[in-house]
């Protein structure tokens, strides 16, 4: 079976895969695809499908025959990551599918999980389509490259952060023979794929990356991918990899390119509402307020309210703030805003402790609208700071890890040496967890030490629980769901059922 054509502008940019037929039956199939054909080849024509791809990120795409607004590529990217680690809190239980990151009580029908994999291989299609037209028109124009060189860049950061979420961690068993995801590199080729193994993933995601550095050689914005994000994004992956060298080489290659520096003290808590006209950006997604889906989908309508702006029902949690108290200066406290009571004391919702978090909030002003981050300088600075440390340079790793301290507001605490008690691998895990909190990161931090995943404080992930069973001057004991095992099974999201019905050869993850 060959991917069908389609023609119409709307299904350029937003094609249905998955249909609810009149007689109720789901007719499914995997991930569908667009030619070349009803795309001019030129510089127009696939500016209008580039920009495309990067609204699937933010946009509510049909599927399964309905628009539900909680359908947001960013939504679940953050939640299915964020959500499933130890720096956010449930605060009631919920319909909404994010429960079951908390809960880790995943299934292959599970809405959240079912519209990533499904919107992540639309945009790849997306990107597979400008990659053809560029070179079967043999466009070699400096904007046609720069676009060829974005898609690339989408395709790499899509099939990463699948293989993240739908697979084992690289270090986690032989990633030789360890299913990752299916590798979608053309947008005719048939539908029925097995998936790659996460070695493979691997190599393709470097080889893409690496593809798309060389080709951008334009700036389009910090909305728009470039080589120094390329370069971010290769120090991620092989971070990941545990490729030392390399992660140190192209954080190097950010750091001095001369292109970005790091917010202040006092500029770093008006940061994300500001994202996309900050030095420290590398690339954001771009909402405006036309994009902006109020309490109904944003990302931050779960993490913050003002009162009628959100749900505000996920808290920054026990874990986290106890982890950050020993210096209450640390500007990073800025984005945990706490509710309290007239008495001064802290409101609580269903028995939990109201801390909102605002790294979502406050993009002119509005509550719910901020161009979320994905590569920033600071995260460079950690990147290099763990390479160093993982080859035996403790003093380079901490004047990295002190780069980040003296510009958040702890100038006054920069290490000298390891602490008693610490390693400095642990040094540089802690300022991770401090710097990126709620960015996506913290959970894969957690799995690639294979350290398991801790929440043994009061909230929602514990499964059954009502607020008459809630004292907050004692934590929880007794109770299932408090330690997730960094290598239980239920780690990984299972691959949706729309792609095993349709693609035999799609294995299930177990």
């Not at 007689?23 to 499914?28: A, E, L, P, S």
């Not at 909404?96 to 009580?105: A, E, G, M």
């Not at 950690?382 to 890890?401: H, I, M, P, W």
């Amino acid at each position: 079976m060959k991917y069908r054509n389609i023609l119409t502008k709307t299904a350029i940019l937003a094609a249905v895969v998955f249909m609810i037929q009149a007689c109720g039956k789901m007719d499914v199939f995997p991930t569908d695809q667009i030619t070349t054909g009803s795309i001019p080849n030129t510089s127009d024509g696939i500016i209008n499908v580039t920009n495309g791809n990067y609204s699937m990120f933010k946009d509510v795409l049909e599927f399964n025959g309905f628009k539900d607004d909680n359908n947001c590529y960013l939504r679940q990217y953050f939640q299915m990551s964020d959500f499933a680690a130890d720096d956010i809190v449930c605060g009631q239980k919920t319909e909404d599918p994010l429960y079951y990151s908390f809960t880790y009580t995943h299934s292959p029908d599970q809405a959240n999980a079912r519209y990533f994999w499904y919107v992540s291989y639309k945009i790849i299609n997306g990107a597979n389509t400008v990659i053809g037209i560029v070179n079967d028109h043999n466009m070699d124009d400096p904007l046609s490259k720069q676009l060829e060189g974005e898609n690339y860049f989408l395709r790499a950061f899509c099939h990463f952060n699948l293989v993240r979420f739908y697979a084992k961690p690289y270090n986690l068993g032989d990633p030789s023979s360890n299913p990752g995801v299916i590798l979608r590199l053309s947008a005719s080729e048939d539908a029925s794929k097995a998936r790659a193994s996460v070695e493979e993933v691997y190599n393709q995601v470097i080889s893409d990356l690496k593809t798309a550095a060389g080709l951008m050689n334009q700036s389009r914005g910090k909305m728009f991918a470039s080589k120094e994000a390329a370069w971010a994004m290769l120090s991620r992956v092989y971070l990941y990899k545990e490729d030392w060298d390399n992660a140190k080489a192209y954080a190097d290659s950010v750091i001095n390119s001369g292109k970005f520096s790091l917010e202040t003290s006092s500029s770093f808590p008006t940061y994300f509402a500001n994202a996309l006209n900050r030095d420290e950006t590398i690339w954001a997604i771009a909402f405006t307020p036309a994009d902006n889906r109020g309490k109904f989908g944003s990302i931050a309508s779960m993490l913050y309210s003002d009162g009628n702006s959100g749900w505000g029902e996920e808290f920054a949690s026990k874990s986290y703030r106890d982890f950050m108290d020993d210096h209450l200066e640390d500007v990073r406290w800025s984005y945990i805003d706490t509710l309290y009571k007239d008495d001064g004391s802290v409101m609580t919702k269903n028995g939990i402790q109201v801390f909102y978090i605002t790294k979502f909030s406050f993009q002119d002003g509005d509550p719910n609208l901020s161009s979320p981050v994905m590569f920033r300088l600071a995260e460079m600075y950690l990147n290099r700071a763990e390479a160093y440390a993982q080859k035996g340079n403790t003093a380079a790793a901490l004047q990295d890890v002190n780069e980040i301290r003296k510009n958040r507001g702890l100038e006054n605490a920069l290490y000298t040496e390891v602490p008693a008690g610490k390693t400095i691998i642990d040094v540089v895990l802690d300022e991770r967890r401090r710097e990126l909190a709620f960015e996506a990161n913290r959970l894969f931090d957690l799995l690639r030490y294979k350290k398991d995943i801790a929440r043994n404080y009061w909230g929602y992930h514990i499964i059954g629980l009502t607020p008459a069973d809630i004292d907050l001057s004692t934590p929880p004991t007794g109770y299932d769901n408090l330690v997730i095992p960094w290598n239980s099974t239920k780690v990984q999201y299972y691959i949706p059922v729309d792609e095993i019905l349709a693609n035999p050869l799609c294995e299930q993850n177990p």
